[in-house]
């Protein structure tokens, strides 16, 4: 296997990335790692060839502590440091994109970053897009060498890239536990030729020998974050016994490489093409592992071994929802089983309006809805009301030429129309649909039935001549609130 791979015209990585996440745990008691003294463990895993990091905003002192090594590392050009911007739900401004950029740059001592990966919390509210748009801006401004984004579902992945973003990974969890990269999400990538960054791919360190056999450990404190975090993904795919049998068939197949469980998890999931690199957490200080990760690139999986692997992996339950969804709709599988520790509250995406005792409108800004004077959505008493919505933001169409970014991010719409007058998707009683070429009636409808799937709406579809030359659909929803 190659060891490395080209991301994009400037950005070629190891198959194996070193992730500093634990950074984050280490100073969760609110003591602050030395920099210059936690720096130096990083030249270890660079002089063995693990030459890339990643980190985050939010990940302690990493960016400061990577930044270090990187301008004291004798061959500092072999070096590339990821990082990844997570802000929090609410309004963002180019000041404000601008600023998150510089606070990195500045905390790694860099003049450019060489992948910034960013985080969307609610896809209902357009901020996210906006964020890309402005980080696509300091890319061209030379502040940002590549652009990609962390923990993004099909769907959305696909408005950014028909919208015009040009982004190069997304950065996913993905494991022998977690497996819904290997769906949608890997045709998108091949489509588009975007790479995967696959972190949680030792599911914590369960996906290890020293797991093998031993007893299941409760969900609390005594685990780190990490751990607490994967404890729910194996409980969520079907429990201690099943991911027990799923060890027992990873280890004979270890024994048959000279190698350990861990090794043969990351391989098998470096089999997807679409798959540049794993991502393994390092405890820097504690490099016991560095020189048996090397034999990564040395496992040649047969055949036999991939389906005796696959036939484990169908026998556990599937992780519910797309790439992501654990960040945005429950079962919420964090470590704390919520978002707590990463928010307190989700605002509203429109304001209301009130107009009386009984009504509220909410309007989303567009120049239509201004030059018509109607609203984005009229709420009369326990009945909520959503105007035909096309693919607008600003002066944007999102999703150029393509139906199923446009219905997407149609649906969204009319979601943070209803959810910002006290309703939920699931309150959606009624949809009508409007499609311009015919030919894309059933990529539409087949994206209205996943989105709404469950909920089941009453539904009608039909061709229409619509105004606006790139608008390819058109949706207008009911909702009652119970």
């Not at 909520?384 to 649906?411: M, R």
Request: aromatic content about 10%.
């Amino acid at each position: 296997m190659n060891n490395h791979i080209k991301i994009s015209d400037s950005l070629e990585v190891p198959r194996v990335l070193i992730g500093l996440w634990q950074i984050a745990d280490m100073e969760k008691n609110g003591s602050i790692l030395n920099p210059n003294k936690t720096a130096k463990y990083m030249e270890e895993y660079a002089n063995n060839g693990f030459t890339t990091f990643d980190m985050a905003d939010h990940y302690g002192s990493s960016e400061i502590i990577a930044g270090v090594f990187k301008n004291n590392y004798e061959n500092k050009e072999k070096i590339n440091l990821l990082t990844k911007w997570v802000p929090k739900p609410g309004k963002i401004t180019k000041e404000s994109t601008r600023e998150a950029v510089l606070k990195s740059l500045k905390r790694m001592n860099q003049s450019q970053i060489d992948l910034m990966q960013f985080h969307a919390w609610q896809y209902s509210d357009p901020n996210w897009i906006d964020a890309l748009f402005y980080l696509s801006e300091l890319q061209e401004e030379g502040l940002i060498k590549n652009l990609g984004v962390t923990n993004f579902d099909t769907a959305h992945l696909r408005i950014a890239l028909t919208s015009g973003i040009k982004l190069v990974s997304n950065q996913i969890c993905y494991s022998l536990l977690d497996n819904r990269a290997s769906y949608q999400m890997s045709k998108l990538c091949e489509e588009f030729n975007i790479k995967i960054l696959a972190f949680g791919t030792l599911a914590g360190g369960f996906l290890s020998n020293k797991w093998l056999g031993a007893k299941e450990p409760k969900l609390s404190s005594d685990l780190n974050w990490s751990q607490m975090k994967y404890k729910r993904f194996i409980d969520v795919t079907g429990g201690w016994n099943k991911f027990q049998d799923l060890l027992k068939v990873i280890y004979k197949i270890s024994l048959k490489y000279d190698t350990s469980i861990s090794n043969v998890s990351s391989r098998f999931i470096l089999e997807n093409k679409n798959v540049a690199s794993v991502i393994i957490g390092a405890r820097l200080g504690e490099n016991q592992y560095l020189s048996d990760n090397r034999s990564i690139y040395e496992i040649n999986l047969s055949d036999y071994d991939k389906e005796l692997i696959t036939k484990s992996l169908n026998l556990l339950e599937t992780v519910p929802g797309d790439c992501g969804d654990e960040y945005r709709k429950p079962p919420y599988l964090p470590a704390s089983g919520d978002l707590s520790h990463h928010l307190n509250s989700i605002p509203k995406v429109y304001k209301p309006v009130k107009i009386n005792d009984k009504r509220e409108n909410v309007s989303s800004q567009t120049t239509w809805e201004e030059m018509a004077s109607y609203s984005r959505a009229v709420k009369y008493g326990n009945k909520i009301f959503v105007s035909g919505t096309t693919a607008t933001h600003d002066n944007k169409v999102i999703g150029i030429n393509d139906p199923v970014a446009q219905t997407n991010f149609i649906i969204d719409k009319i979601e943070a129309a209803v959810t910002s007058l006290g309703g939920q998707l699931n309150d959606i009683v009624r949809t009508r649909i409007f499609v311009k070429n015919i030919d894309d009636w059933k990529s539409i409808a087949e994206t209205h039935g996943t989105r709404f799937k469950g909920i089941n709406p009453a539904n009608t579809l039909v061709q229409a001549d619509l105004v606006g030359e790139h608008y390819l659909v058109e949706i207008e929803a009911d909702a009652i609130i119970d």
